[in-house]
């Protein structure tokens, strides 16, 4: 992501599932992971927290007010994708999932709280899409409430206010003291798209570069009723995107009496097409031969053209370089007989 046991954590930003590493502090663990590791790419995402009393293991945990996770630099999390759910939080819990249209649910969780001096409640939620934010709605077996919480979208940050009173309302404005800790919660948000080829969109999408590190950062924030700031660096595997370049012999013989050199181009590490950009010349010699007019639109793989200058490659050794966005400029040599 309530009202008498009201508690939750909004999440954000989170099958070909790049797994992630839980990180524990002093009174949480947490771990979050990307469903692809791809770069510039839709994805989904998996949170999980579990939270302790760091004084006393067998007591409550300290009341969590307020979550805030920023995803990685270059992430993009777009509440224009999915259907948006205009409802009020009133009506969220008068008619549950049927207050929202279908398009705007993205996703689903669950949360265990404790109330103080009555037992621990598991609620599960419903996620649902609005203009920059998440709206989250809790729901649990009688006489449990329903809870709606909301968390708010900057770029890529998710800021989500914890409600710690019985009422689902904030402390100290709306009870003077916490009254419910959060004992644990999981989210679970599908990747979303919208729209095929160039116009495709998604509702979260991961950074079109990948660190030398092969991670992505995440920091996650939690704030408690004690005044207590807990800071801890997620991190979500990446792959560096990567270009490969191929002459067959074939298209080099052929390049001996033609204007076109046809070069085999593949991209790894991409789900996103990317524009190629290559140049022929002789190895040794500065003078380009030849190039890709305009560069060329690539998706995974593809044959492209190199114009070249003049009709026909005499006998020799020559190179292709070959560069596109987010990704090392790569040269082949070949020998044309």
């Keep these: 992501m309530r009202r008498c046991c009201a508690l939750l954590l909004l999440v ?39 939270f302790r009393n760091p004084e006393n293991p067998s007591a409550d945990p300290p009341p969590l007010r307020r979550l805030v996770i920023e995803a990685p ?74 809870v709606v919480v909301h968390g708010f979208i900057r770029g890529n940050i998710l800021d989500s206010p914890i409600p710690t009173c019985l009422n689902g309302g904030f402390a100290p404005q709306d009870c003077p003291s916490d009254q419910v800790s959060l004992l644990g919660n999981t989210v679970d948000i599908p990747s979303y798209t919208k729209g095929d080829g160039a116009g495709r969109r998604s509702y979260f999408t991961t950074p079109r570069t990948c660190p030398a590190s092969h991670r992505w950062r995440s920091p996650i924030t939690f704030y408690y009723g004690d005044g207590a700031v807990e800071t801890l660096l997620t991190e979500q595997p990446c792959v560096r995107p990567r270009l490969t370049v191929t002459v067959r012999r074939a298209a080099a013989r052929a390049g001996r009496g033609a204007r076109i050199l046809r070069v085999g181009v593949r991209v790894v590490g991409l789900e996103h097409p990317v524009r190629v950009r290559a140049a022929l010349r002789r190895v040794g010699s500065g003078r380009i031969l030849g190039r890709v007019r305009h560069g060329a639109l690539v998706e995974k793989t593809r044959s492209i053209a190199i114009t070249l200058r003049r009709r026909g490659l005499s006998p020799g050794r020559y190179e292709v370089a070959a560069r596109a966005r987010g990704t090392r400029r790569v040269v082949l040599r070949f020998r044309v007989r």
């Design 73 to 146: 630099a270059g992430a993009k999390l777009d509440t224009g994708v999915p259907g948006l759910c205009p409802a009020s939080d009133q009506e969220l819990k008068d008619k549950g999932d049927g207050a929202c249209p279908p398009s705007s649910r993205i996703g689903s969780g669950t949360a265990d709280i404790k109330p103080m001096l009555l037992p621990a409640i598991s609620y599960t939620s419903a996620f649902f899409n609005d203009v920059n934010e998440q709206v989250e709605l809790f729901t649990a077996d009688p006489p449990s409430p329903p």
């Design 12 to 50: 954000a930003l989170w099958p070909a599932q790049a797994a992630a590493t839980p990180v524990s502090g002093k009174r949480q663990t947490v771990e979050m992971t990307f469903t692809t590791t791809a770069s510039g790419a839709a994805s989904g995402f998996l949170y999980r927290a579990s």
